[in-house]
């Protein structure tokens, strides 16, 4: 019996690629490069600054100047937060859908609170959602089960009882750990580490309202 609905945020419940390619291009600029085409910038929108970082400048944490950069890169992104940012097609109809059944809902993401918090307010989900885990709200984020947990504990909903939904290979490890259903979201940003369909899960869709059917 499934008696709660968690989410991914980037890449699952909202497309926020085109605001972080804008801050990751805004940085390519200033330093002189061409700016990166947005479906090249979609596959590691789900990695954050670490994987964009990586894309824009082929640096990783710990390099010299990394942490510099990942400040820089944040700060802009803060600065165009929601421009372009926009639910999924079939998101808000599955929101929609999973209230009417009375059927919970939460958001767990390694983004930090101080993007998190304001965007849901932004895309009018803040009011709605059972639970909103954000990066740091606990000392490991994914792929530990740590957030997913805590998010289970919000909700008061043991973790046997939650379905994940998310687009990258460490929601599946997450969910897994943490003892939940993982759901990849086909539709998403997936990253270029391998195919979904290795990744462990055993339902995979393609649009949100799919996940019903699952249901």
Not at 41 to 66: C, M, Q, V, W
Not at 141 to 157: E, F, G, N, Q, T
Request: net charge negative.
């Amino acid at each position: 019996m499934i008696n709660a609905v968690l989410f991914d945020l980037d890449g699952t419940l909202a497309n926020t690629a085109p605001d972080l390619g804008h801050a990751l291009n805004r940085q390519r600029l200033a330093r002189g490069l061409p700016a990166l085409p947005m479906e090249i910038i979609r596959n590691e929108a789900s990695a954050g600054a670490r994987g964009l970082l990586g894309l824009g400048f082929n640096i990783k944490p710990g390099d010299t100047g990394y942490d510099a950069m990942r400040e820089e890169f944040l700060d802009f992104y803060a600065d165009r937060l929601c421009h372009e940012t926009t639910l999924f097609p079939g998101v808000a109809d599955l929101l929609d859908q999973l209230d009417v059944r009375a059927l919970p809902w939460g958001i767990v993401t390694n983004k930090p609170a101080r993007f998190t918090i304001p965007l849901m307010r932004e895309l009018g989900l803040s009011g709605r959602a059972g639970c909103i885990v954000s990066g740091g709200d606990t000392s490991r984020s994914k792929p530990h089960p740590d957030s997913l947990l805590m998010a289970s504990r919000v909700m008061a909903i043991s973790p046997n009882e939650c379905v994940y939904l998310g687009d990258d290979i460490r929601d599946v490890q997450a969910s897994l750990a943490a003892g939940m259903e993982p759901v990849i979201a086909r539709y998403g940003y997936l990253g270029s580490v391998s195919a979904p369909e290795s990744w462990g899960a055993r339902y995979l869709i393609d649009q949100p309202q799919e996940l019903l059917d699952y249901l």
